[in-house]
């Protein structure tokens, strides 16, 4: 079983509407997690981050987590065709090392 | 403006050689990494680096090289031993220890490399 499971999608949505994108991970021990946004051909930037259960809230964006199902999600509120990318979720699992989910397509479409 | 700098952003390989991808951040972050990214596989670790003149392999070791000569560069070298070597190769800082489980990493802009 890989430590962090992602969807790769591609997922498909019009303008406008909530997207939710999600991880599940296996060590119940993990306990920051983060988001990344991957545009086409370019490196991925670090969205936002959350530290063990609830949500935390940037604009248009809301994490997730939910520690008692070992499940991670990112919403994003009124999508726009800007943020179309690929979104990786990332758990810190210590040794040093982010492990990061194979990452979601999201296309929105005008 | 600090970041990471990655060059050349595309690369053609022959058969049978080797070629190196650089690395330069001026972030002043004590740790580097390299990734590969393939469609549908999401980020594979090749080696990281958490000081100068020290490195680990990742999961995807084989066929690759690198060196960590000073703070700000950590070129990879692709050697002819890597047979499927065509891919998307990030490469990516930190601040390294704890506190990248609040900081993440920075990442480059990528090199694709293709074998032609």
């Known amino acids: 079983q890989k430590e962090v499971e992602q969807d790769p999608g591609p997922l498909s949505v019009p303008e406008g509407a909530i997207v939710s994108l999600n991880c599940t991970y296996s060590?119940?021990?993990?306990?920051?997690f983060m988001w990344y946004r991957q545009y086409s051909r370019k490196g991925p930037e670090l969205l936002m981050y959350t530290y063990s259960s609830g949500n935390k809230e940037d604009g248009r964006f809301t994490a997730q987590v939910d520690k008692s199902s070992k499940y991670i999600s990112l919403f994003i509120r009124d999508s726009q065709p800007s943020d179309s990318a690929t979104y990786l979720c990332a758990i810190w699992g210590g040794y040093n090392k982010l492990i990061f989910g194979a990452g979601t397509r999201l296309a929105v479409h005008p | 403006d600090g970041g990471i700098t990655q060059s050349p952003k595309y690369l053609f390989r022959k058969e049978g050689q080797n070629v190196t991808l650089s690395c330069e951040q001026n972030?002043?972050?004590?740790?580097m990494y390299w990734y590969r990214q393939d469609p549908g596989q999401g980020l594979r670790l090749i080696y990281y680096s958490q000081i100068v003149n020290d490195f680990q392999k990742g999961d995807i070791a084989e066929g690759y090289s690198v060196s960590r000569e000073k703070k700000e560069s950590f070129p990879l070298t692709v050697t002819s031993a890597q047979k499927n070597p065509t891919a998307f190769y990030l490469c990516?800082?930190?601040?390294?220890?704890?506190?990248?489980?609040?900081?993440?990493?920075?990442f480059g802009s990528g090199t694709r490399l293709t074998v032609v």
């Open positions: 060590n119940s021990a993990f306990q920051y």
């Open positions: 990516a800082s930190s601040i390294g220890g704890a506190s990248d489980r609040d900081y993440g990493y920075t």
């Open positions: 972030l002043n972050h004590d740790a």
